[in-house]
């Protein structure tokens, strides 16, 4: 059996990562116009830098929840059985790979990966990021930025995501409230194919009715059970 899955931040609530548009979320405290933009950075650095410091700063304190590891133990019994879990994120932090997933999807890129703007270096970075420092490889100051994709960039490996969920029998939606695109589109490009497609999520997200099937409730809870459903 080949499954989809698209995970977003409602994965990784229960590790203690803050989402973004529940009651609390990152963005009913802060504008993301000012730190999770192009132009935010370009206006203002130093804040767009202490933003992901903390949230670079604070994956080192949390670890991978029950949901993280039945979707890493899906990924490596599909394996077995010669089916695969093509296992796509939203999250930008690793709480996946650190749940027992061997390949994870990032097309909003990686909170522990750093990007030289200047001249295209990038690699895996733990420690926090100014303007003051500079690029290890050409040199300049000021060009790093975190290596997640921004609003107004384009989400990575849109391809080979696309060409999963027409491949897939089922498309599993985990934790996200299918409120940004192309993410959000995903439900559209199965159902097209005729790929069986499910929402694990709190509550309803904005695109719940193009569900085939809707299982609710916390993500710890719905998504083992889910998982030991389907490999029985
Ligand atoms: N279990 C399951 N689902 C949960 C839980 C939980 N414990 N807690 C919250 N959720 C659900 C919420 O109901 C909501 O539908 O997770 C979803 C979180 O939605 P968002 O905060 O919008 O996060 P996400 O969908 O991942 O956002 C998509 O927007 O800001 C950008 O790039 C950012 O990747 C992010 C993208």
Redesign the pocket.
């Known amino acids: 059996m080949r499954v989809f899955a698209l995970?977003?931040?409602?994965?990784s609530?229960?590790s203690g990562l803050s989402?973004?548009?529940?009651a609390g979320?990152?963005?009913t405290r802060l504008d993301?116009r000012d730190v999770?933009t192009p132009e935010g950075f370009a206006r203002d650095p130093e804040r767009v830098h202490a933003f992901y410091n903390a949230r670079r700063a604070n994956l080192a304190k949390v670890e991978p929840n029950a949901?993280h590891r039945a979707l890493g133990a899906l990924q490596q019994e599909l394996g077995v059985r010669g089916g695969r879990l093509y296992l796509c994120t939203?999250?930008?932090d690793e709480l996946h790979e650190r749940g027992g997933a061997a390949e994870v999807v990032h097309m909003?890129g990686e909170l522990r990966r750093v990007r030289c703007q200047a001249c295209g270096w990038a690699d895996l970075w733990s420690g926090d990021l100014s303007t003051a420092i500079t690029c290890p490889r050409c040199g300049r100051a000021g060009g790093l930025r975190p290596d997640?994709?921004w609003?107004g960039e384009t989400p990575l490996f849109m391809e080979e995501i696309w060409e999963a969920v027409a491949g897939s029998d089922l498309f599993v939606a985990?934790?996200?409230?299918?409120?940004?695109y192309p993410?959000?589109g995903l439900v559209e490009v199965a159902r097209r194919a005729r790929v069986r497609t499910c929402e694990?999520?709190?509550?309803p997200?904005d695109n719940a009715e193009r569900f085939d099937e809707r299982l609710y409730?916390?993500?710890?809870e719905?998504v083992p059970a889910w998982v030991a459903r389907l490999l029985a």
């Open positions: 995970t977003g931040a409602g994965v609530a229960e989402t973004f548009r529940d979320g990152a963005w993301f999770a949901a939203q999250n930008v909003h997640v994709v609003f985990i934790g996200t409230s299918g409120a940004v993410a959000a694990i999520n709190l509550q997200s409730g916390p993500a710890t719905v």
